[in-house]
């Protein structure tokens, strides 16, 4: 069984992956990913997303996520994206992207039900053949701890702006919404609504969504201790 989990979740990530010969991706599209997750010592992991966008083109993206705990109120997550769409006449195009995460986490109660997030982040977008980008993103935000049916389930919503720092102004505003849900032992569903608007854009708003599903491999005894 324990077997045939890993093959599962490592074949759902790296089909993902492979096809490239998304809540943290700076992109216009929906997605839907399927990843695993890894944890490493002192409370640290890292999780590994594989995709496909629900839009025609079907943009392929792949993640890394190391999330690196400092102490109670502060995390820090290098994040690396990558995107690849198909373009006409057999060409394609391609984007690597790279965010340094600096998030500060305040509980709000004795049972740390409600927390107040604070998110710093540096973005850059290279584009193969084209302009690189930079950005600073800010995002506030609330998250509720939960039970639902038994469950665990973390509900949250956030506003994040992004600055361009080249520009100097402001490029665009996230909405979030969105949970995460410890469904079962092997299987973590997160879902995710983004309203996006953007300055001088001429589609200057998208309602984007993200499906993912997420194998805790410590839960079974890959990385770390069994649950």
Do not use: C
Request: no cysteine.
């Amino acid at each position: 069984m324990k077997k045939l989990i890993l093959l599962l979740a490592l074949y759902g990530v790296f089909f993902g992956i492979n096809t490239m010969k998304a809540q943290d991706a700076d992109t216009k599209k929906s997605f839907l990913t399927m990843g695993v997750s890894i944890n490493i010592p002192k409370e640290h992991s890292i999780t590994v997303y594989g995709g496909v966008s629900t839009s025609p083109e079907h943009t392929q993206i792949a993640m890394v996520m190391p999330n690196i705990k400092i102490n109670k109120y502060i995390s820090f997550m290098p994040l690396y994206v990558f995107l690849k769409s198909p373009q006409a006449h057999s060409k394609e195009a391609k984007e690597h992207q790279i965010n340094a995460m600096l998030t500060f986490s305040l509980p709000l109660d004795k049972q740390n039900k409600w927390i107040l997030q604070n998110r710093n982040t540096y973005l850059h977008r290279f584009i193969v053949g084209g302009e690189d980008f930079d950005f600073y993103r800010g995002r506030l935000g609330i998250v509720h701890r939960a039970k639902i049916f038994d469950k665990s389930v973390n509900l949250f919503a956030h506003d994040e702006i992004f600055i361009d720092l080249k520009k100097g102004d402001f490029a665009r505003n996230r909405v979030y919404l969105g949970a995460d849900i410890k469904l079962f032992n092997w299987l973590n569903p997160q879902f995710f609504y983004i309203y996006q608007s953007h300055k001088n854009h001429a589609s200057p708003n998208n309602h984007l969504f993200i499906v993912a599903a997420i194998i805790p491999l410590g839960n079974h005894g890959f990385f770390g201790t069994k649950k």
